[in-house]
């Protein structure tokens, strides 16, 4: 499985928005309702942050927002804030059982 | 508490084994389908295994398929990994997560192949 593509860093100042796109093909993105984003800080384990493409697991600040067009997912974050500056990955179901990886995008909040 | 534990992490040699076990608590374990995802060093998370609630259906990534067997026992709340011929490249901490949707993950475990 290849994995999804996503940029390898993305920056923005406090209290500005910024985007992750997640770009994949018919086969997992285009494919299925099962996109998550999660959200990992050095040495800490992945937190889900969006599932199923735009669902917020409770106690996710709504700052945090999903999307998906054809074959591409995004993750919207606005109001940005200092922690938010982490890694954030995608993820979607592939069919078969199989789940493939974003490579990660590197958040500095400047 | 809700929690996924995993344990078992550690140094092992290149060709060696290495039994991975994930401890939950706080929901129905035998409800949910389960997988392990791993993150090697400098590197993004990799999908590696799925089993579904009852056992029955299970699936690899291509990078450990015939090396990794994933099992759970519903009775023991538990989930399994039994990793063996060990590469370099397996070297990455790992975690068990839960259903299709990946929502819930454990803290991880370091697994270390090294000589």
């Known amino acids: 499985q290849s994995a999804l593509t996503q940029p390898r860093s993305v920056s923005g100042s406090p209290g500005q928005s910024v985007t992750i796109s997640c770009t994949g093909t018919?086969?997992?993105?285009?494919?299925?309702?099962?996109v998550s984003w999660y959200q990992q800080h050095p040495g800490k384990a992945p937190k889900v942050m969006i599932y199923?493409?735009?669902k917020r697991p409770s106690g996710v600040p709504d700052r945090f927002s999903g999307s998906k067009s054809g074959n591409t997912a995004s993750l919207t974050i606005s109001g940005l804030q200092a922690e938010d500056e982490a890694d954030y990955y995608c993820c979607s179901y592939a069919g078969t059982y199989t789940w493939v990886f974003g490579g990660g995008t590197k958040l500095t909040v400047l | 508490e809700v929690q996924l534990v995993e344990s078992g992490g550690g140094l092992v040699q290149p060709g060696g084994s290495l039994r991975l076990s994930c401890a939950a608590s706080g929901f129905s374990f035998s409800s949910y389908d389960m997988n392990w995802v791993r993150r090697a060093p400098g590197k993004g998370l990799e999908w590696i295994s799925y089993i579904s609630s009852s056992g029955r259906t299970i699936n690899y990534a291509d990078s450990v398929k015939g090396r990794f067997t994933i099992s759970r026992d519903n009775a023991k709340n538990s989930l399994y990994l039994q990793m063996s011929s060990l590469r370099d490249e397996d070297t990455a901490v790992y975690y068990c997560?839960?259903?299709?949707?990946?929502?819930?993950w454990g803290q991880g475990t370091l697994v270390t192949v090294s000589s």
């Open positions: 018919s086969s997992d993105v285009g494919g299925y309702i099962y």
């Open positions: 199923d493409g735009s």
């Open positions: 997560a839960r259903e299709w949707s990946l929502v819930m």
